[in-house]
């Protein structure tokens, strides 16, 4: 079992920053994979960001690269996603979500939401024009 808690979402104006957090715990957090996805009303929750177990290996949604950095703390069980240029249509709930499988097959992380095993609950973000 993996325990997932979000924070660090709030309201910002179009052009500022955000720095999410997701502090886990349970399993042995070096040991899997971790993921950042997004959900706006009415549309479905989709892939922003993964990294690998350790670290060294990182993917990005094409509407947030260059814009968004994700990056994992293992002694401090958290990963974080740096948001920066923030547009309004970044304005959703950002879950993150642990991929316990990729290691087992070998890869350093998946991009389907459905190969992620545990959800934190989301927070929200709200960007302004």
């Known amino acids: 079992q993996v325990q997932l808690v979000e924070s660090g979402g709030g309201l910002v104006q179009a052009g500022g920053s955000l720095r999410l957090s997701c502090a886990a715990s349970?399993?042995?957090?070096?040991?899997?994979?971790m993921g950042w996805f997004r959900q706006a009303p009415g549309k479905e929750r989709e892939f922003v960001a993964a990294?690998?177990?350790?670290?060294?290996?990182?993917y990005y949604a094409d509407s947030v690269k260059g814009r968004f950095t994700i990056s994992r703390d293992n002694a401090k069980n958290t990963v974080y996603l740096q948001m920066n240029s923030l547009k309004p249509e970044d304005t959703a709930v950002y879950y993150c979500?642990?991929?316990?499988?990729?290691?087992?097959?070998?890869?350093?992380?998946?991009?389907?939401?459905?190969?992620?095993?545990?959800w934190g609950q989301g927070t929200q973000v709200t960007v302004s024009s």
């Open positions: 990294i690998s177990w350790s670290g060294g290996s990182t």
């Open positions: 979500a642990a991929d316990l499988n990729a290691v087992v097959a070998g890869i350093p992380f998946d991009l389907t939401r459905t190969s992620y095993d545990y």
């Open positions: 349970g399993r042995t957090f070096s040991s899997y994979a």
